[in-house]
């Protein structure tokens, strides 16, 4: 296996040049195959890699446990409200700690704007094993290298001309991070796809999210644009992903609140202003303004009857399920790349 990516911390997609994307990614669909054939792939015997949750996980929780232990490691759950972090430990003196114990660290830690992505970097400056991302206020690089994979075993490698929408979706339930549409217009940009923004108003993403996908598409000579409504974003598209997120100056508000009664306050009028967008749900109406070969993605977990219906996501345009079980298959690839044994060397 190419050791070149050995000891690099993997927080952002834009830290990694095409040609190493397409290495994770060409490792990934060896490791899905040598899965599905029941090869064992024993690559990091004896390993340890901690994961350091701030926020709930089903899918990237297991894709790197399930995917450690298929590795030959071993994973730590650890649920920072249990941990002396609670109780003001620094990133610093964790990333010390937690590095001088294993071999890879990988944290969530996305709800909060402004927090995520430079608690992971002052852990990462403090530890010579990886840090992984596991989803943080600005990218969900794990996620979005699976469905750069999921597009392409579905549409094949050369992506050039093909349209994916971003749009925003109504959510009941919380008000989600930004990470995800800010990883996949970062990403898709790169990827040789013309990228379609859609949200309202209140809706906006991170300036530095939306610079690095113009400066993306720019270089690579594909399309970013934005419009404010989920119609023009389908329209003749190749892939459609609608997924729901925040509000960005609640979210800005949330950050600052000072007390768990602002907090629940705050959250409360995000939840209102959700409810103001309650038409902006993927139907098999909408659908049809896609392409007839379209394909329907969601991170997961979607919030059904609100950012989706039953029948586009259970429907046979629907690829959310392969989609999710690939998080496997690049968590393990992620952490084969980048965890190695000790001397480091
Ligand atoms: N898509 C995703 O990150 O799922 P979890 O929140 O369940 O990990």
């Known amino acids: 296996m190419d050791k070149s990516l050995k000891g690099r911390d993997y927080i952002e997609t834009q830290d990694f040049t095409l040609q190493e994307i397409n290495q994770l990614l060409d490792v990934a669909k ?11 792939t024993i690559l990091l015997p004896h390993q340890t890699v901690f994961l350091l949750f701030f926020d709930n996980s089903t899918r990237t929780r297991n894709a790197f446990e399930a995917g450690a232990t298929q590795l030959g490691a071993d994973a730590h759950f650890l649920d920072s409200k249990v941990t002396q972090i609670a109780h003001g430990e620094t990133a610093k003196d964790t990333g010390l700690i937690l590095g001088s114990m294993g ?28 840090v992984m991302n596991m989803q943080c206020d600005v990218d969900h690089p794990t996620q979005t290298l699976a469905d750069i994979m999921t597009i392409r075993e579905i549409f094949g490698d050369d992506l050039r001309g093909r349209k994916i929408a971003v ?24 990827m040789g796809m013309d990228v379609t923004l859609a ?9 530095r999210c939306m610079k690095t996908a113009r400066e993306n598409a720019n270089a690579a ?18 892939i459609v992903y609608p997924k729901s997120w925040g509000p960005y100056d609640l979210m800005l508000q949330r950050r600052d609140a000072r007390s768990d009664a602002q907090m629940k306050q705050i959250e409360e009028q995000m939840l209102s202003m959700n409810a103001r967008y309650k038409p902006w749900i993927c139907n098999s109406e909408r659908m049809q303004r896609a392409r007839k070969t379209a ?18 996501i259970d429907g046979p345009q629907s690829v959310v399920f392969q989609e999710a079980e690939n998080r496997l298959h690049t968590a393990k690839a992620i952490m084969a790349s980048t965890m190695r044994e000790r001397p480091f060397k």
């Not at 060896?30 to 064992?40: M, N, Q, T, V, Y």
């Not at 969530?108 to 704007?113: E, M, S, T, W």
């Not at 919030?303 to 039953?310: G, K, L």
Request: proline share 7%; hydrophobic share 35%.
């Open 295 to 312: 394909i329907y993605m969601h991170c997961l977990p979607a919030d059904r009857n609100a950012e989706v219906t039953n029948e586009v």
């Open 199 to 207: 949200h309202p108003p209140e809706y906006r993403l991170m300036d």
């Open 167 to 190: 749009s925003w979706a109504y959510s009941p339930s919380y008000a989600k991070p930004l990470s995800v549409p800010q990883g996949l217009i970062t990403l898709m940009t790169r």
């Open 103 to 130: 071999h890879g660290i990988a944290i969530r830690h996305d709800l909060i704007l402004d927090e995520g992505n430079k608690y992971m970097r002052e852990v990462a400056a403090a530890t010579e094993v990886p």
């Open 221 to 238: 000579g594909t399309k970013f644009e934005v419009v404010d409504n989920m119609d023009d974003a389908f329209k003749n598209a190749d």
């Open 30 to 40: 060896d490791l899905k195959a040598k899965f599905h054939r029941g090869e064992p």
